[in-house]
């Protein structure tokens, strides 16, 4: 599913592009957007499972991420479009006993309409819609050899869920450096209300009873460059 979500990602600006550059003599201002920033997490309804069963557990909170996307201006008057993919980092946890780690990914559309355009300043408030799922990989410190590992391949275990779905309502501010290269920075925020959220899954595929689902609401914030 994410690689689907990739290639459609970097697809779709092309498509647009092409099809306008047959109907108009206009074509879309299409732009990379480059950002970081910060999203929260929740894990409760897997934390709840993993305490019961004595197996570690990860605290709920926000971590960092990075994206990249696309902004697609000049297609109707004071709207735009973007789309992005994020991905988390360095979210886990490390003992004598273990490594546990976490990790989030997703990807959004949005509408965003200009409601304040004046010199170099703009806001636009935004609505989208979007997907994300987690993967959490836990693997046990082994000892002795490259073999003896061989021999007995267990001590791993990764829990993951498929994408669930959001609506995505946000506001940015962006300034724009350089109107002939179509040079701006800007920062986001916005909150993802969670409307589908698919159970979580052992070794990626294997659907157990019992499983809790996930929980993928949550605010973020987003520093970005685009060019």
């Given at each position: ?115 304040i355009n004046k010199d170099q ?97 949550g605010f973020y914030t987003t520093?970005y460059i685009s060019l």
């Amino acid at each position: 599913m994410k690689k689907y979500l990739f290639l459609f990602c970097i697809t779709f600006p092309y498509f647009i592009y092409a099809q306008n550059d047959d109907k108009t003599d206009t074509n879309p201002d299409i732009r990379i957007k480059l950002g970081t920033g910060v999203m929260q997490y929740n894990l409760n309804s897997f934390n709840q499972v993993a305490r019961v069963n004595n197996f570690p557990a990860l605290k709920d909170g926000v971590m960092p991420q990075l994206s990249f996307g696309f902004i697609l201006k000049d297609c109707v008057k004071n709207l735009f479009f973007d789309m992005n993919i994020s991905t988390t980092l360095f979210s886990g946890e490390r003992t004598s006993a273990y490594r546990l780690n976490m990790d989030a990914t997703n990807f959004d559309f949005n509408v965003n309409y200009e409601l304040i355009n004046k010199d170099q300043h703009h806001i636009y408030p935004s609505l989208g819609f979007g997907f994300m799922g987690y993967s959490i990989d836990y693997t046990a410190n082994r000892s002795g050899s490259f073999g003896q590992a061989l021999q007995n391949p267990s001590g791993e275990l990764r829990a993951n869920t498929r994408m669930g779905i959001y609506i995505n309502p946000g506001i940015s501010y962006e300034y724009t450096i350089s109107n002939k290269n179509n040079i701006s920075i800007g920062a986001q925020a916005g909150y993802r209300i969670g409307l589908y959220k698919p159970g979580w899954r052992l070794n990626r595929n294997q659907k157990l009873d019992g499983a809790p689902n996930s929980d993928i609401s949550g605010f973020y914030t987003t520093i970005y460059i685009s060019l």
